[in-house]
């Protein structure tokens, strides 16, 4: 979009930027000139050319966003995943009522404030909390849970969290957490199908062999078709023997040998 390819060459802009502004402020100290007299000998029109550069994804413009104001301005995290979270039965907190002392909640949101701690009797333990598009709740996990699920612990995750609520006069609900999933593992696993295809080049024998053994490492049910170009035909076809169980390891290995991949939900 025009936004994120005008955020994109504005940040690519700041080195470059900052360094001819240096260069000018020492030329200026240092009493030295252009060629004609000028202060330097590059022009306005190349000053205030931006660089040609990808555009940033919506991932990356949301995650300078929050890092810059503190908050999400163009876009949520979770705005892509709103329609398959609502068929989880996962909604915003905003919509989830009174919270009770010692109700089971089950919510999804991105990981912010996140803390590893060490208790008095020498076990890690963590706080975090987890936001939506409406708001935020504090976590807390004990070491036996933390333990198990330290490794998707991090700032900017998306995970689906479970636990039990704890809440007392005056203060915001605590969820003591026991079960956490990766929203996007949690995501690709739920996929219907998936919609596989191949690169314009280097697509040989190996290279199909190599994509089928990927596929058949994860099985399951989702329904897989390929997209191949063959002698200027575009063929879409569908793999009746082979079901895979979607998940995000697959898809990387696919994209890592230049196949784009699509999840249909």
């Known amino acids: 979009t025009p936004l994120t390819q005008w955020r994109a060459s504005n940040f690519s802009a700041i080195e470059p930027a900052i360094a001819f502004g240096q260069t000018a402020w020492k030329d200026r100290m240092t009493g030295q000139t252009g060629l004609f007299g000028s202060e330097t000998s590059t022009t306005n029109d190349d000053t205030n050319m931006l660089p040609t550069v990808e555009p940033w994804t919506i991932a990356r413009l949301s995650t300078h966003e929050k890092a810059s104001f503190g908050f999400y301005l163009s876009a949520h995290p979770l705005d892509d995943y709103s329609e398959i979270l609502q068929r ?84 915001e609900p605590t969820i003591i957490v026991n079960d956490v999933t990766s929203l996007t593992e949690s995501v690709s696993r739920t996929a219907r199908s998936v919609t596989i295809t191949f690169p314009q080049k280097g697509v040989d024998q190996a290279f199909i062999e190599d994509v089928y053994s990927i596929l058949s490492e994860s099985r399951g049910r989702c329904e897989v078709f390929l997209n191949m170009y063959l002698n200027d035909l575009d063929l879409k076809i569908r793999s009746v023997p082979l079901r895979i169980e979607g998940a995000r390891s697959v898809e990387k290995a696919l994209k890592d040998r230049g196949c784009a991949v699509e999840w249909v939900y």
């Open 88 to 171: 989880m039965g996962i909604v915003n907190f905003a919509d989830l009522g009174e919270i009770k002392s010692g109700g089971q909640l089950r919510i999804a949101g991105i990981v912010s404030d996140f803390q590893a701690r060490w208790s008095k009797k020498g076990n890690r333990f963590a706080q975090f909390r987890i936001e939506d598009q409406s708001t935020g709740l504090k976590c807390l996990m004990w070491s036996e849970a933390f333990n198990k699920f330290s490794s998707l612990l991090e700032n900017d995750a998306l995970l689906i969290v479970e636990g039990r609520a704890e809440t007392s006069d005056g203060q």
